[in-house]
């Protein structure tokens, strides 16, 4: 079946860190991929996504890229600031797209 | 993509009431579904809401607690029934279009007491 394992968290980081979150995933034919973020007291927003293998998906000086022969998307940023403080969620949704399949979430906090 | 705006934002209930979450979509969607987010847990899938016709329930999940309705392709309501503590989440929409991914309402947080 279809699955998502994300890093545990919490994440603490200071200003301008490099920052990493792991996603593996578990799919049948040729899922999407994606990573919603949730800031404090709001509903999900979409990060990034990336739809077939190889390809990068980036925002807001986040990126990840669909890797099939590792099956990751591994979310990246290079300095990471206070307000990216949020929970990050990656997930899938199979080929039909009709199914969506979330990762746990990764707590990050920014200190200054 | 598409625009969600989903109401109330937030509210706190008594136990043994329900209560009615709306999603009002922008532009049609082929695709609403409702998620539950439980303190500290991820999303969870409560049912796919289907256009003119009944909803598809995800295991653990039944139409006595959780009513849903989609009239159109623009708006579908959640109904948290015979609500007790072990309700208080938030509570989320989304819906998928044919030219774009997920989109999400910004969430209901319920808390019951």
């Known amino acids: 079946g279809n699955s998502v394992t994300q890093m545990e968290g919490p994440v603490t980081l200071s200003e301008e860190a490099f920052l990493t979150i792991n996603c593996t995933y578990t799919?049948?034919?040729?899922?999407?991929l994606f990573w919603y973020v949730q800031y404090p007291g709001e509903g999900l927003q979409l990060l990034l996504k990336?739809?077939?293998?190889?390809d990068k998906g980036s925002n807001k000086g986040f990126e990840a890229t669909y890797r099939k022969e590792t099956t990751s998307f591994h979310l990246e940023k290079g300095s990471v600031q206070v307000s990216d403080s949020a929970v990050y969620f990656c997930?899938?949704?199979?080929?039909?797209?009709?199914?969506?399949?979330f990762g746990t979430g990764t707590s990050l906090t920014v200190i200054p | 993509s598409a625009v969600i705006s989903q109401k109330p934002s937030r509210d706190i209930c008594q136990r043994g009431t329900s209560l009615t979450i709306q999603c009002q979509v922008d532009?049609?969607?082929?695709?609403m579904f409702w998620y539950r987010q439980q303190p500290g847990q991820s999303l969870t899938l409560i049912a796919t809401?289907?256009?003119?016709?009944?909803?598809?329930?995800e295991s653990g999940f039944v139409i006595d607690k959780f009513p849903i309705s989609r009239p159109n392709l623009t708006f579908s309501t959640l109904t948290v029934s015979n609500m007790s503590p072990e309700d208080s989440s938030i509570y989320l929409c989304?819906?998928?279009?044919?030219?774009?991914?997920?989109?999400f309402g910004s969430g209901t947080r319920l808390t019951v007491v």
């Open positions: 989304s819906g998928q279009g044919a030219n774009y991914g997920y989109t």
């Open positions: 809401a289907n256009q003119g016709s009944e909803a598809t329930y």
């Open positions: 990336a739809t077939k293998a190889d």
């Open positions: 532009s049609q969607v082929t695709m």
């Open positions: 799919a049948t034919g040729y899922p999407s």
């Open positions: 997930a899938l949704s199979n080929s039909a797209g009709n199914q969506f399949y």
